[in-house]
């Protein structure tokens, strides 16, 4: 099977039939039609073995969770997410492994109504490097630096799981509570990235991220941006019932602010939207908790039930 054969074989049809896609998969380039009054949102992301995934990791967690790294970034920039590109090196160009990775990678760009339309192939060291691109509503996207003094901070669903997730797909971690171990692993191998929440939150949020690098490191990405300080209060950190039965009470805080690869969003939010916002994310079935406050100044202070509290983790960070 030569490089062009298995692009046809796997990749020529991938994720959603768009009518906006005049030219895909098959050409030197992509020719897509953008929304009238819209804005392009694109993001890149590279995921390698060793690094992001264990070595042993089931091929279709591979493909999934390479496209929801991106889907996770337009998410938090209220974006609508339409195509993708993917260079794909791998060591050698097994089939079974191959249709395991597309059908991953497949399913959840069908379920976001995204179109796969061009990429590369090469050999080599396993990496996998996905963009993906969509739009917003011309100067409505989401972005770092637009919160205010006073806005609430706000995060979507529960921190921590994948986290764990990985520990147990590493071997780091056991337990004896089959359930809790099951859905750690589906968190972090198949990441649920919150791209119909990003959308709605458009016009209520002031500012947004998401926390694919962890509470720790991100929040002050966010804070900085828009000049300002923050106050958390880690006993707010929302945490799954799965994650607190595996883990001591100080290892499950830990992995709930600097784990990462959670894929939820962070969010500014002026109180008085936090109520429609709130009610945004009930219509989703997704949880919304506050967990502190953005106000003057350019640090960010911790607290944990009520006194000074200095985490003893930090984000996630290729080169350290």
Do not use: C
């Not at 060291?125 to 509503?137: E, I, K, N």
């Amino acid at each position: 099977m030569d490089e062009f054969e298995l692009i046809a074989r796997y990749f020529s049809r991938v994720g959603a039939d768009r009518p906006d896609v005049a030219l895909g998969v098959g050409d030197d380039a992509a020719l897509l039609r953008m929304p009238a009054d819209a804005d392009l949102a694109a993001a890149v992301d590279t995921i390698v073995a060793g690094r992001h995934f264990p070595l042993d990791a089931d091929a279709r967690s591979i493909g999934h969770r390479a496209l929801a790294v991106n889907l996770s970034d337009l998410a938090a920039m209220g974006a609508t997410p339409a195509w993708a590109t993917l260079a794909l090196t791998m060591p050698n160009a097994q089939a079974d492994w191959l249709e395991r990775f597309a059908r991953g990678f497949s399913d959840l760009a069908y379920a976001h109504g995204v179109a796969l339309v061009g990429g590369d192939t090469t050999a080599g060291p396993l990496t996998v490097s996905v963009q993906v691109m969509g739009h917003v509503p011309r100067g409505t996207a989401l972005r770092r630096d637009g919160a205010h003094a006073g806005d609430l901070l706000v995060v979507t669903g529960t921190l921590g799981d994948s986290g764990a997730g990985l520990a147990i797909a590493t071997h780091a971690l056991s337990t004896a509570d089959a359930t809790a171990s099951r859905e750690l692993l589906e968190r972090f191998e198949y990441p649920a990235p919150r791209v119909a929440f990003g959308s709605a939150a458009r016009g209520l949020a002031t500012a947004a991220m998401d926390l694919s690098d962890g509470l720790v490191g991100d929040l002050p990405k966010l804070a900085g941006a828009s000049g300002l300080g923050a106050r958390v209060d880690v006993e707010r950190l929302p945490l799954s019932r799965s994650l607190q039965a595996v883990a001591r009470p100080d290892q499950v805080r830990d992995w709930a602010l600097a784990a990462g690869d959670d894929y939820e969003l962070l969010l500014a939010v002026p109180p008085r939207h936090l109520e429609s916002l709130t009610s945004r994310a009930g219509q989703l079935n997704l949880r919304l908790t506050v967990i502190g406050e953005l106000g003057r100044g350019n640090a960010v202070n911790w607290m944990l039930d009520g006194a000074g509290f200095a985490p003893t983790v930090r984000g996630f960070d290729h080169f350290r």
